[in-house]
């Protein structure tokens, strides 16, 4: 078969990013009849701090490819607490529960670092995914490889101390934004990892005296990647792995 390249209306889709480019792994090299369908009904959103994109319980009307930058999914308990469960940034897609007739959230997703998206509403999401095989195929996989990421985080965050925890986010985190900069707060970090600020304050000076980052208000700069990952626990190399194999296997 014959691929054809982009349709006009997709390529003035392209070109009406103003350079910010088109990054998420799910859009890229999608069919060109997928293409036209999709790319029309998107909408270019930029992220800021702090965005709520489903909150739990409620109802997801829009669904978003994350485009850059850095998307939390959270488990929030009645008290208001909440963990990170989930990272979601240029490879991530936020609105999995539609792709098996859900309509609502069960999770908070939250921009932890701000970035932007490609908006789509949830109905049309819906009534594309029937013509669009490939799209679905790779959202259905990248479903299994957010739930797999959720089980392994939460052993983690039983199982092993906070300066390992951190390590593996920060590795994790990087991945996702291309960045040895990657902004954040203490506070904002506890919630993320379910621990106390103390902890994280704790974990983050281990890290910096070893020469592995520096942390400044509000930044954490990467500065020995090798090493972070022999600091992070196994849960890091678990998931890259697991990734790794399963990328081998859907060739």
């Not at 078969?1 to 392209?14: C, D, E, G, H, T």
């Not at 897609?93 to 670092?113: C, D």
């Not at 390590?167 to 994790?172: E, G, N």
Request: proline residues 3%; hydrophobic residues 40%.
């Amino acid at each position: 078969m014959v691929k054809r390249s982009p349709s006009k209306s997709a390529n003035s889709f392209l070109k009406h990013l103003d350079g910010n480019g088109l990054h998420n792994t799910l859009l890229l090299n999608l069919p060109a009849r997928e293409c036209e369908a999709v790319y029309s009904q998107l909408v270019f959103m930029p992220l800021r701090i702090h965005d709520v994109l489903n909150e739990t319980g409620e109802p997801i009307k829009y669904v978003y490819f994350m485009n850059s930058g850095l998307a939390s999914v959270l488990n929030v308990m009645e008290d208001g607490k909440s963990v990170e469960v989930g990272l979601a940034g240029k490879e991530g897609f936020v609105g999995l529960p539609l792709l098996v007739g859900f309509r609502s959230s069960p999770s908070r997703v939250i921009v932890q670092i701000e970035g932007s998206a490609f908006r789509l509403r949830a109905s049309t999401l819906v009534a594309l995914l029937p013509t669009c095989r490939i799209l679905e195929k790779r959202l259905h996989r990248y479903a299994q490889v957010l739930a797999t990421q959720a089980s392994q985080v939460a052993a983690c965050n039983r199982l092993h101390e906070v300066d390992e925890r951190l390590a593996r986010w920060l590795l994790m985190s990087q991945d996702r934004i291309d960045s040895d900069m990657v902004p954040l707060t203490q506070e904002f970090l506890a919630h993320m990892l379910g621990t106390r600020r103390s902890s994280v304050t704790v974990a983050a000076s281990i890290l910096q005296k070893a020469g592995l980052i520096k942390y400044t208000r509000g930044h954490v700069n990467i500065l020995d990647r090798k090493s972070l990952e022999d600091a992070a626990c196994e849960c890091y190399e678990a998931l890259v792995q697991q990734a790794s194999r399963w990328n081998t296997e859907s060739r």
